[in-house]
DNA sequence: CCGAAAAGATGTTCAACAACATCTTTTGAG
DNA sequence: CTCAAAAGATGTTGTTGAACATCTTTTCGG
């Protein structure tokens, strides 16, 4: 059989690089396979061979740091450091970060896509749950003094990291913007019982 | 100049009326110019009578309840009455409530479409800038004798609201969705120093 | 160095869409 | 009752897409 059995996997890897950056900037429907493809050097004839539709390519591009250590969504030198202790703090000031806002293509897809994944099918629906219930467990995982924030704490925490994003992308004025990332920080900061030292 | 003058209104908000239900279930590309006048009883020929493209119209569906008093958006049931008093926790309950989760058609399209609109052009965004405003605006309407919430806790509450119905409506367990819903809600009365009488 | 299988490129089909042009109907003003 | 303007319906064009079939190239095992 040629081609070495590391091939596949490296080329399907490079799809799923390529789409993760052209959904996070266009939407589902907005990016055809071509473009997919072409991101990957190919040419479209060989997608099925690699998925079985857009879709399932889709729920695919999914995939996040908190689900995948290397993913690489590191947003420009924001980085989340484990040892460092207090990771949910750390979490939260690299997911509101100015970096993140910017950089729409390396962004977190829960940033980018929830909208399109409440339209999609369950397979996408059941994708964005893992990130999310992954995203839940790294902010419980505060290895500070301050103990871990509990449960509801976590999901509303998530809920600002997501949501104050969300709403500062969907934002022409980017001083409303910057002035919503601050505040969703600040107020997870709080929630997280992590002290806030502003911006 | 036959037709009454009322007739060119009523038919040009019919058509955004319907636009805003098959937007915020399908979004923005996914609905055609034909969808949209058939919602409306019409043929897609009288379209670019009432408006220059689909873009121009899809701001205009970014009206809510919260930038327009009879937009309608009640959410079976859940009223807001300024006359009742503490408007903002009105708010953070109605938004968070569950037949807001289930009624996508009418949704506040913040919730629904943020992604489509971060994609979308600089029209788009000041149509959901406005929307925002509108909110912060009515979350500080305070008449209670908690007091007014300032300014960054308004926006953090925005936060909270938007972002855990978005995160609610992406994921496709029901139960966490559920989970979401009531965290959000619970910190965002919190933080307005409105007590929390659980769900 | 040869050949088979995997990978990838190209071709085809069918369908949908936006935008606009043009034709037909409706309506109220005079 | 008439007619012109507004409203709306239908036709046209050019483009794009997903999905899949088929052809060509590449690669490595023997």
Redesign the pocket.
Known sequence: ?????R??D???TRIVRGAQRLFNRRGF?????????GA????????????????DLYAEAMDCFFTNPDCGNRWEGVTVDPSRGNVGAQIVRAYLSRQHYQDIEDSCPMVALPGDVARGGAKARRAYENALNAMIVHLQKDAGEAGRPDRPTALAIAALCIGGMVVARASDDIGLATEMREAAKSAALTLGGWHDPGA
Do not use: D, N, Q, W
């Not at 059989?1 to 059995?5: L, T, V």
């Not at 429907?29 to 493809?37: D, F, K, Y």
């Open positions: 059989m040629p081609y070495p059995p091939h596949h490296e080329v399907r429907e907005a990016v055809s396979i071509e473009e997919i493809m990957a050097g190919l040419t479209r004839g060989g997608f099925y061979r690699y998925f079985g539709s857009k879709s």
